[in-house]
């Protein structure tokens, strides 16, 4: 809303007309925002909520993976991929990243050189929309995350719709027209049935994880199927989901802390304090592997059920 309206602003001193009706197209993002952002303080408690401090934990972006990162999120305009949980940007074709970067930087560079109001709002939305996942500006944040992609995504089709515009105003040939309008109507269709298709991974939390454990073998996804497993009542296998976490990443503190629980519940005393001390090694303070240490040392002698802090 904030950059729609920058454009509207804008848009006189850039040579397009002063129609004062045009602030009028910013009422339905005015009036959707309202509710939104009550959603999020009630959901939240406060605009920002308390971001947990396991979040964020990997150092700053190189170079070269900012640069791969970006070159992922133009690509999945192109075509989405397989959805999962994390994108590991090493293991994809580093050839294919750059050269969407490359796309990226010629689009920016066209952008300016026009100079309208549409084509700077687009690219300064994609551009300021990218910044805080390569760590550009430190949030706390994934390097990079798919859900991401729907905030930039808006920018770079706006410079598009421009640029398709502006060769409309051209003119061109009755058959030129024709072949466009057929290649948008393909990729529309395409890009339509694709969407569709990825739809049913998010029915619910179930089938968005182990969708993305079919594309690529991930500890969060596992660690969510565990949370899952564990709230439908079926400890096996959410303590095997969490096993399989650490397997792969032994830095995950919050599944050790888990897997720390499951054993104090079930009175294995010396493993349920080996799997808090891995937590606690792995993300030194973790607020729920240090509480649950401290119950397990007064609550093991007397054998009581340890509830737990997940």
């Known amino acids: 809303l904030p950059l729609a309206a920058v454009l509207v602003a804008v848009a006189p001193r850039l040579g397009a007309g002063t129609d004062r009706r045009r602030w009028r197209m910013l009422l339905p993002l005015a009036v959707a925002l309202v509710p939104y952002l009550a959603a999020r303080v009630a959901a939240l408690g406060g605009l920002l909520g308390d971001v947990p401090q396991v979040v964020g934990r990997a150092g700053p972006m190189g170079p070269l993976a900012a640069v791969l990162a970006i070159g992922k999120y133009v690509t999945l305009l192109a075509w989405p991929a397989d959805l999962t949980v994390v994108h590991d940007l090493g293991a994809e074709a580093a050839g294919l990243l ?14 300016v050189w026009r100079g309208t109001p549409a084509c700077l709002v687009g690219i300064a939305w994609f551009w300021l929309g990218v910044a805080p996942t390569i760590q550009v500006i430190a949030l706390p944040s994934a390097d990079f995350a798919e859900r991401h992609a729907y905030l930039l995504h808006p920018g770079l089709l706006l410079v598009l719709a421009d640029l398709a515009a502006a060769a409309l105003a051209r003119r061109p040939s009755r058959k030129a027209t024709i072949l466009a309008g057929v290649g948008v109507a393909l990729a529309v269709g395409a890009l339509g049935a694709r969407s569709i298709v990825r739809n049913r991974d998010w029915r619910d939390n179930g089938t968005l994880f182990e969708s993305a454990l ?35 990443d032994p830095g995950d503190a919050d599944a050790w802390n888990q897997l720390g629980v499951m054993a104090a519940n079930a009175g294995r005393w010396a493993e349920a304090r080996d799997r808090f001390q891995r937590a606690l090694a792995a993300f030194p303070g973790h607020p729920a592997a240090a509480e649950n240490l401290r119950l397990l040392d007064r609550r093991a002698p007397a054998r009581r059920p340890h509830p737990g802090h997940p």
């Open 98 to 111: 750059l050269a969407a970067f490359g796309a990226a930087i010629a689009l920016t560079a066209v952008a």
């Open 214 to 248: 079919a594309v690529r073998p991930s500890a969060l996804a596992h660690f969510n199927l565990g949370n899952r497993a564990r709230r439908n009542g079926d400890i096996r296998s959410a303590v095997a989901h969490w096993e399989a976490a650490v397997a792969l």
